[in-house]
């Protein structure tokens, strides 16, 4: 669009119908690398991979909510938001990409008050020396590593 046409456009309809209208949309992820006893807390997903707990956004929700509440629905514990770490963009089988805004949590509870949801196949602990040899996306590992120290 040329940038006359475009300011056209701002200037008129846009004022009823938002370009934002017409830009690409993928779905949001939180996710948290949760650290228990120097252990990273991992699920295995519907793809046989090691994942972060976490999850979509919901339409309204704000980012820290939804990754308390996706955490809470996946481990049965709360947690705590320690910090952010970073935003990355995912693609998930070469097919989709997901916006994952990625955080460094604090459970609020004991390995033994973690509960697997059933959006889940499996539930380990993972200390550093284990996860080079684990299915895990490259983009986790190196912020969790650095979490591990």
Same mark, same amino acid.
């Not at 509870?109 to 080079?132: H, I, K, Y």
């Given at each position: 669009?040329?940038? =006359?046409?475009?300011?056209?456009?701002?200037?008129?309809?846009?004022?009823?119908?938002?370009?934002?209208?017409?830009?690409?949309?993928?779905?949001?992820?939180?996710?948290?690398? *949760?650290?228990?006893? =120097?252990?990273?807390?991992?699920?295995?997903?519907?793809?046989?991979?090691?994942?972060?707990?976490?999850?979509?956004?919901?339409?309204?929700?704000?980012?820290?909510?939804?990754?308390?509440?996706?955490?809470?629905?996946?481990?049965?514990?709360?947690?705590?938001?320690?910090?952010?770490?970073?935003?990355?963009?995912? %693609?998930?089988? =070469?097919? !989709? =990409?997901?916006?994952?805004?990625?955080?460094? *949590?604090?459970?609020?509870?004991?390995?033994?008050?973690?509960?697997? %949801?059933?959006?889940?196949?499996?539930?380990?602990?993972?200390?550093?020396?284990?996860?080079?040899? !684990?299915?895990? %996306?490259?983009?986790?590992?190196?912020?969790?590593?650095?979490?591990?120290?």
């Amino acid at each position: 669009m040329t940038s =006359n046409l475009k300011k056209l456009y701002l200037r008129t309809l846009g004022k009823v119908i938002l370009s934002d209208f017409f830009a690409p949309r993928f779905p949001v992820s939180v996710k948290g690398i *949760c650290i228990i006893d =120097n252990k990273v807390v991992l699920l295995k997903n519907e793809r046989g991979e090691w994942d972060l707990p976490g999850g979509k956004l919901e339409k309204g929700e704000m980012v820290e909510t939804a990754l308390k509440r996706e955490i809470t629905e996946e481990l049965n514990v709360g947690v705590s938001v320690v910090k952010l770490l970073d935003v990355l963009s995912v %693609s998930v089988k =070469n097919q !989709i =990409n997901v916006l994952v805004v990625l955080y460094h *949590c604090q459970i609020n509870g004991a390995v033994t008050d973690l509960r697997m %949801s059933s959006e889940s196949f499996d539930l380990r602990l993972f200390d550093r020396s284990q996860l080079p040899s !684990i299915l895990l %996306s490259n983009n986790y590992l190196e912020h969790i590593l650095r979490v591990l120290h």
